[in-house]
């Protein structure tokens, strides 16, 4: 076969491939022009983020909180329960006697480590007198891996 007749046999294979794909890169092309244009009368999915927030569902589990009571008191009564459900063991509760009449154990030390925790809700759950639960609080950022590690202060600061 020479030269020639091998360059023609090849031509047609070229041609006929890119004609294929020539439809599906004109349609790509109009659509991104009716988006451009707003046309087709699609959302904008763009959230403004420092200026507004997106809306949590409700029931989304977010940072955790313990409660206070009607005293001013922590809620926990360092039953232990959470620390022992928890399936990242992301929780750390030492107990000591409580300086009030109706409990006898408080947490001398609770912590979270944030950055460990999988925001299950187990602990919100297991506590039998609803000391913790899980806010709708979004977004957390820090700088070092100390920050994420939330004590007995800032979780009832929360």
């Known amino acids: 076969m020479t030269e020639k007749n091998k360059n023609e046999t090849e031509r047609p294979r070229r041609?006929?491939?890119?004609?294929?794909?020539?439809?599906a890169v004109a349609k790509g092309l109009y659509n991104t022009l009716l988006h451009i244009l707003k046309l087709k009368g699609h959302?904008?999915?763009?959230?403004?983020y420092?200026?507004?927030?997106?809306?949590?569902?409700?029931?989304?589990?977010?940072e955790h909180r313990l409660k206070i009571d009607e005293l001013g008191r922590e809620k926990c009564v360092a039953c232990l329960m959470?620390?022992?459900?928890?399936?990242?063991?992301c929780i750390d509760i030492v107990a000591e006697e409580a300086p009030w009449e109706d409990r006898d154990k408080r947490p001398r030390i609770f912590q979270i480590d944030m950055l460990r925790c999988i925001y299950c809700g187990m602990c919100e759950?297991?506590?039998?007198?609803?000391?913790i639960?899980?806010?709708?609080k979004l977004?957390?950022?820090?700088?070092?891996?100390a920050e994420m590690i939330y004590d007995k202060e800032k979780l009832l600061s929360n």
């Open 15 to 23: 041609s006929w491939g890119f004609l294929l794909y020539l439809p």
């Open 43 to 48: 959302k904008t999915f763009t959230v403004q």
């Open 50 to 62: 420092p200026e507004k927030r997106p809306e949590v569902r409700p029931g989304f589990r977010g």
């Open 82 to 89: 959470c620390q022992t459900v928890c399936p990242s063991n």
């Open 125 to 131: 759950e297991a506590c039998p007198c609803d000391a």
């Open 133 to 136: 639960e899980l806010t709708e």
């Open 139 to 145: 977004y957390t950022v820090s700088t070092s891996r």
